[in-house]
């Protein structure tokens, strides 16, 4: 350090430690005579953690934005830690909403929806391979009976992927609505399609509720120019 610090460059009350850490830095003598206003007082003077900000180091007590940032990522290192930490801080609406506009975190919410859905729906599901088939005699399978069950379970996927890819749709765009006007026409087509989406759910759910898939007269005049 002496070396490093000759007597006439040394700074009279800047502590051995700001020395020893602004010592690593190109510009240490012309830095030294510099010091940064304090944050908290707006006195200019050096600590330990603005000479360890000058010369790039991580400070033990975070001040700025970024380094409190920094400070939170380190806590969170751990996984279970990070996401229960990302639950309570979405809690926050003023936190969601501003989170929700990073693009690339909407993407990576949208892609874990989806995961948790698949999911559920593995958890829920019962496997057709292992119920008992009318076709099913002495524990041989019948090979028309094994393609039936890949037809419903490749129709169900099917039909989930339809669900999930327009609930991921809307999550994407609802958000960019906000504060947007819209003209009366423009209004007018959004309901019309919004009844339209109604009466499709509807559709679904006494398809797969009671297996009847055919379409009433109402619902069949409203999806005739689809």
């Not at 707006?42 to 000058?54: F, I, M, P, T, Y």
């Not at 996401?83 to 979405?90: H, I, N, Q, R, V």
Request: hydrophobic share 40%; net charge negative.
């Amino acid at each position: 350090m002496a070396a490093r610090w000759p007597k006439d460059q040394r700074q009279k009350g800047v502590s051995f430690e700001v020395h020893r850490i602004l010592a690593s830095t190109p510009d240490a003598y012309e830095l030294i005579q510099h010091p940064p206003a304090d944050e908290r007082t707006g006195e200019s003077r050096w600590s330990g953690d603005a000479a360890k900000r000058a010369a790039g180091w991580p400070t033990a007590t975070p001040v700025t934005v970024a380094e409190k940032v920094e400070a939170i990522r380190d806590l969170a290192q751990d996984e279970q830690v990070a996401a229960l930490a990302a639950c309570e801080l979405l809690h926050r609406p003023e936190v969601a909403f501003r989170a929700m506009r990073d693009r690339q975190a909407r993407e990576l919410v949208n892609e874990a929806q989806f995961d948790q859905a698949e999911h559920d729906e593995d958890d829920d599901e019962e496997d057709w391979w292992d119920q008992p088939e009318a076709d099913q005699d002495d524990g041989v399978l019948d090979p028309v009976a094994i393609v039936r069950g890949f037809h419903r379970a490749m129709e169900f996927t099917d039909l989930i992927g339809v669900c999930q890819g327009f609930v991921a749709g809307a999550s994407r765009l609802v958000p960019k609505l906000r504060g947007r006007e819209f003209s009366e026409s423009q209004l007018d087509l959004v309901a019309r399609n919004l009844e339209k989406i109604r009466a499709t759910a509807d559709w679904i759910e006494t398809a797969v509720s009671t297996g009847k898939v055919d379409l009433d007269e109402a619902l069949a005049e409203l999806l005739r120019d689809q």
